[in-house]
């Protein structure tokens, strides 16, 4: 296969993880013959500073004429302490998702096994907890009308009937390949677009016969992921509880450096860590790259390239038992390894298979 890959690095630690990600697939590719070209592409604060526009026309256009898009993080302090700020970095993000049609976003919670004690729930709660989160990307209060002043101000939930549809596609077709239980998330006891996402759901589900489709608050699901994480297979969501409900996902895996993501839709697909830019970080080669790393194995299993995906995965389980790791998971008394070492130990293991 061909491939043509957009890396957008980004802010903060981006840069860093984003080597690491793309040594990744060139070796892959290398191992089985694949093609790979890659167009690097600023966005974030980066392009702020570079070109005054967080997702500048440049990138979109090198997004839209590649395969996949391997993208990193944005944000940077400068902004967050700014509320004046008239562009921020994460308006970025936000256009990407817009501009590709990116409007389903698949953010799978998986424990790992020798990381279980880090997780800040008991590990017979955590053990073998495997779910999938599926967040609409594109629509409700991050893109509905908005105001401002002084007094008042408000963000609108605006979903329509197509927006629905196509996510709560995404998601049964996602149970239908898993165990096949879906859980559909919303408020619908309160909001009115909440009861419309119910009813188109209750509408399809008949479709879907061999999944278990059940319907959950969006409260209750934020107890119940704690509580018995092991209960889910797919949650689907809109915007703003997929955001939410995906943090106090990530904790459930003892480190948000792990989790990866893919963002898919109408254009050009993204896969990132769903973790951000931890300016404190930068430079110091301490940032986890196993998000981006894994974020490049859901890349190659997009495409269908399930034994290159496998072969990723493999090698960072690998890495994880030999402790090789970053120090936020390292063991005790376990030796250093950076951000470098961490990829490098990863790209030798896939060279030598
Ligand atoms: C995420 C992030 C973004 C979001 C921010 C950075 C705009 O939190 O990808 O979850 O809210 O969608
Ligand atoms: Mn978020």
Redesign the pocket.
């Known amino acids: 296969m061909n491939l043509k890959i957009a890396v957008l690095a980004g802010d903060g630690i981006g840069p860093e993880i984003s080597r690491q990600g793309v040594a990744v697939v060139s070796a892959v590719c290398n191992k089985f013959g694949h093609s790979v070209v890659f167009k690097n592409a600023i966005c974030g604060a980066d392009a702020i500073d570079k070109v005054g526009d967080p997702f500048p026309e440049e990138t979109f256009n090198i997004c839209k004429e590649s395969d996949a898009v391997l993208f990193s993080a944005v944000?940077n302090p400068k902004y967050d302490n700014d509320p004046s700020a008239k562009v921020r970095p994460?308006q970025g993000?936000?256009a990407m998702r817009k501009k590709l049609g990116l409007f389903a976003n698949i953010r799978p919670v998986q424990t790992f096994k020798s990381l279980l004690h880090l997780s800040p729930l008991r590990a017979d709660i955590v053990t073998g907890a495997d779910f999938v989160c599926i967040r609409e990307l594109t629509g409700g209060m991050y893109f509905g009308e908005k105001y401002q002043d002084d007094n008042k101000a408000y963000d609108t939930n605006l979903y329509t009937r197509a927006e629905i549809e196509r996510i709560l596609k995404v998601a049964f077709d996602y149970a239908m390949k898993r165990r096949r239980h879906l859980t559909v998330v919303d408020k619908a006891n309160v909001l009115a677009s909440s009861r419309l996402w119910r009813k188109v759901a209750q509408e399809m589900a008949p479709n879907y016969p061999e999944v278990t489709t059940d319907y959950m608050y969006v409260d209750n699901a934020a107890m119940r992921m704690i509580q018995e994480p092991r209960f889910f297979d797919v949650i689907v969501t809109e915007n703003t509880f997929g955001?939410i409900l995906?943090d106090e996902g990530s904790c459930i895996s003892g480190s948000m450096g792990l989790l990866p993501s893919a963002s898919t839709g109408t254009g050009t697909p993204v896969f990132e860590p769903?973790h951000?830019s931890w300016p404190q970080a930068t430079g110091k080669n301490i940032a986890n790259p196993l998000a981006q790393i894994l974020s490049v194995a859901m890349l190659f299993e997009h495409f269908n390239l399930i034994d290159e995906g496998n072969l990723v995965r493999q090698a960072v389980n690998a890495s994880l038992d030999a402790n090789v790791r970053t120090p936020e998971i390292q063991v005790e008394g376990g030796a250093k390894y950076g951000t470098v070492e961490v990829g490098e130990w990863i790209v030798n293991y896939i060279n030598n298979q």
């Open positions: 944000g994460e993000l936000l955001d995906t769903i951000g």
